[in-house]
């Protein structure tokens, strides 16, 4: 229910209701706009069950997250999930056992030696919190001297609906490999991502492209992806399952 009401509030903003939400941080989605006001019923939350609400979305989750957050956050059966028994730690980008506290903004000798780097994150992810890459990259932006300066060796990618694991529907397998191997070895930037929903694959292989799984018959719908802050929309007409249907567009303000 929650999940269902905060995509209905949102779900507009790529101008196509898809059921994702493309940019949470622009949401106006609140859990107190669920609050009972009498009797508890399945349609409310109790002001406890806000406050708990509130606790995920403070700690880094976005809005569109909430269907990764059983087992995670909660247990079936109301107890803590795993994230919540650990909430004492403190999620900084990246995870330091996976990159060593690889949060140095300062990437000038990296450039100069020619490295390219791609990022992406899920906007839905319920483990790895989708503004900590932002903020990463944004102060990156300001000490290598602007957005131009940047993006001519690091590009940032935020995927909308995408989850830590493909459950919260969308498009999140993308052949990032081909695109860093053509910036790299042919000097071809990566304008646009191409993000495809699979209909079947491995439990996590969101991120990863398996050719056999890459058929057109087990693709589902198909998103373009551009480089952070540019955001795709639908363009109004078109199949609304094709990339070509959709648009840049850059939003004016970044909510916080």
């Known amino acids: 229910m929650l999940n269902e009401r905060a995509v209905a509030r949102c779900d507009m903003d790529d101008n196509l209701k898809d059921g994702i939400i493309?940019?949470?941080?622009?949401?106006?989605?609140?859990?107190?706009?669920?609050?009972c006001k009498g009797a508890k019923t399945p349609d409310c939350l109790t002001q406890e069950q806000v406050d708990a609400v509130k606790g995920v979305y403070a700690a880094g989750a976005r809005p569109g997250s909430e269907?990764?957050?059983?087992g995670a956050y909660i247990l079936k059966?109301?107890?803590?999930?795993?994230?919540?028994?650990?909430?004492?730690?403190s999620y900084h980008y990246p995870y330091a056992w996976v990159y060593n506290d690889a949060t140095n903004p300062d990437l000038r000798a990296f450039k100069a030696a020619g490295g390219k780097l791609i990022?992406?994150?899920?906007?839905?992810?319920?483990?790895?919190?989708?503004?900590?890459?932002?903020?990463?990259y944004e102060t990156v932006e300001r000490l290598m001297g602007g957005r131009v300066?940047?993006?001519d060796f690091f590009r940032l990618f935020m995927?909308?609906?995408?989850?830590?694991?493909?459950?919260?529907g969308g498009a999140e397998t993308v052949d990032y490999l081909s695109y860093m191997e053509a910036w790299v070895e042919r000097g071809v930037a990566p304008d646009v991502l191409l993000a495809q929903k699979l209909r079947k694959h491995e439990r996590?292989?969101?991120?990863v492209t398996f050719q056999m799984y890459l058929a057109k018959d087990n693709v589902a719908f198909e998103r373009p992806v551009y480089p952070y802050p540019v955001q795709a929309r639908y363009k109004g007409k078109g199949d609304p399952n094709s990339a070509e249907s959709f648009e840049a567009y850059t939003p004016k303000v970044r909510a916080q």
Not at 22 to 35: A, G, I, K, T
Request: proline letters at 11%; aromatic letters at 14%.
């Open 22 to 35: 493309s940019d949470p941080n622009r949401c106006d989605f609140s859990p107190e706009q669920l609050l």
């Open 67 to 70: 269907k990764a957050w059983l």
């Open 77 to 89: 059966d109301g107890s803590m999930g795993r994230y919540g028994r650990n909430w004492g730690n």
């Open 119 to 136: 990022v992406y994150q899920g906007w839905a992810d319920e483990a790895t919190y989708p503004n900590n890459p932002v903020i990463y």
């Open 149 to 151: 300066n940047t993006q």
């Open 159 to 168: 995927i909308p609906g995408e989850s830590h694991i493909p459950v919260n």
């Open 204 to 207: 996590f292989a969101g991120p």
